[in-house]
């Protein structure tokens, strides 16, 4: 197995390694880990593997978890299919940590591209590690403690109706996460805002608010702000799908966004998502 690291901040390509393989020997998933709590995202090309083999390398980091809104694989818990076609829409062309709005979050994901366009619908990984270890010493010191909610509402349910919309919040209510959390194998720490984040629980103090305005528009200031951070090229690396790539990574610690550049070129994904731990 070779490893090539991409950028100087984030990812890998891994050559000379099946993940059926991986799947079923423990040397090779441990190294397999290892790189990926290193590297935060790992690719690998011209996997010619199986539904099966997918979720069982994806299985080895975890218990696996559907999405509320997303079509499950027929007899593949866990694995969901992600097809574009003649619908367009732009749920994923945003700088994103998949499904904050849960309790407990997911740990990471496997994502096997089906088929795709020639060109476009590159996906961009962010070391939200970096970003926080990047930050001015005076954000750091305000955020220190912070918390903010994630919810699904205001994105997913969106576009349903009242009455869906009302059910999904009942099923997935608002919760709430550290700004900063703390990685639970590395003890790295993380900045943790996303799209999903609505506000700061605990932002209006004395210490923070003397007028009004400090707290709104302050606090979406700063919340705005920390959401930028996801924009910064030098912690992001961008990857081109082929057919039969696949793409590993550590949810915990970055984010993503898949470009939506190829409507109406159909692209056609499958993602195993594992689930992850309360926040802290």
């Known amino acids: 197995m070779q490893v090539n690291p991409l950028t100087c901040s984030i990812g890998a390509e891994l050559t000379g390694v099946s993940l059926a393989d991986v799947a079923r020997d423990d040397s090779l998933y441990a190294e397999i880990k ?3 709590l290193k590297h935060r995202v790992l690719f690998f090309r011209d996997q010619e593997i199986t539904r099966d083999d997918h979720v069982a390398f994806a299985k080895r ?3 696996l978890e559907d999405h509320p809104v997303a079509n499950t694989v027929p007899g593949y818990p866990g694995l969901i299919e992600i097809v574009k076609s003649e619908k367009r829409d732009h749920f ?3 700088y994103h ?3 904050s709005w849960r309790a407990n979050p997911p740990r990471g994901a496997v994502l096997r591209c089906i088929s ?3 060109v476009g619908g590159d ?3 962010v070391n939200m590690v970096d970003a926080y270890k990047n930050l001015p010493e005076e954000i750091k010191q305000k955020i220190e403690g912070l918390r903010a909610k994630h919810g699904i509402e205001h994105s997913f349910g969106a576009i349903m109706s009242t009455e869906e919309r009302e059910e999904l919040v009942r099923k997935h209510p608002l919760v709430d996460h550290p700004v900063v959390r703390t990685h639970p194998d590395t003890g790295e ?3 943790y805002v996303t799209p999903f984040s609505t506000h700061f629980i605990n932002y209006h103090t004395p210490e923070n608010v003397r007028f009004g305005q400090d707290k709104t528009p302050g606090a979406s200031l700063l919340l705005n702000y920390l959401l930028s951070q996801a924009a910064i090229p030098e912690y992001q690396v961008r990857f081109r799908w082929r057919p039969n790539s696949v ?3 550590d949810n915990m610690a970055t984010q993503h966004y898949a470009v939506s550049d190829y409507w109406p070129a159909p692209r056609r994904m499958e993602r195993a998502t594992i689930m992850g731990e309360r926040p802290f």
């Open 97 to 99: 940590s998949d499904a």
């Open 116 to 118: 795709c366009p020639d």
């Open 61 to 63: 980091f975890g218990d």
């Open 34 to 36: 290892a790189l990926l």
């Open 189 to 191: 720490k993380i900045l």
């Open 92 to 94: 994923e062309n945003t």
């Open 123 to 125: 996906t961009i990984w």
């Open 247 to 249: 793409a590993i990574w």
